[in-house]
């Protein structure tokens, strides 16, 4: 169990804090990945996936606005999707980059 991180960067503490504290504080996008077999998903305008595989896409959206995209899904055509919360590498990443 993580209950305090720091993030180094060139020798000083760019963010210290728990995991939760750095999420909310760097507000990273959330990742997604979306499974129509065959053919891209239809997405809401300025959202623009990269395929993984011929039936996998990732995406990345504002964590605000994964319910509208939940909205706007065709599942009829979908197999399944996920949404994954930002991990430690997306926070450091944020952070040094």
């Known amino acids: 169990m993580i209950r ?3 993030i180094v960067g060139q ?4 963010a210290l804090g728990t995991p939760a504290e750095l999420e909310r504080d760097s507000t990273p996008d959330a990742r ?3 499974v129509p077999p065959g053919h891209p998903p239809q997405l809401p305008a ?8 011929d039936d996998f896409w990732s995406l990345l959206i ?6 509208e995209l939940l909205a706007k899904l065709d ?14 590498e997306d926070l450091y ?5």
């Open 4 to 6: 305090r991180v720091g």
């Open 11 to 14: 020798g000083r503490f760019l």
């Open 32 to 34: 997604g990945t979306v």
């Open 46 to 53: 300025g959202i623009t996936p990269w395929k993984r595989s």
């Open 62 to 67: 504002d964590h605000d606005d994964a319910p």
């Open 75 to 88: 599942f009829s055509t979908i197999t399944d999707i996920r949404l994954y919360s930002a991990t430690l």
């Open 93 to 97: 990443i944020h952070y040094v980059s």
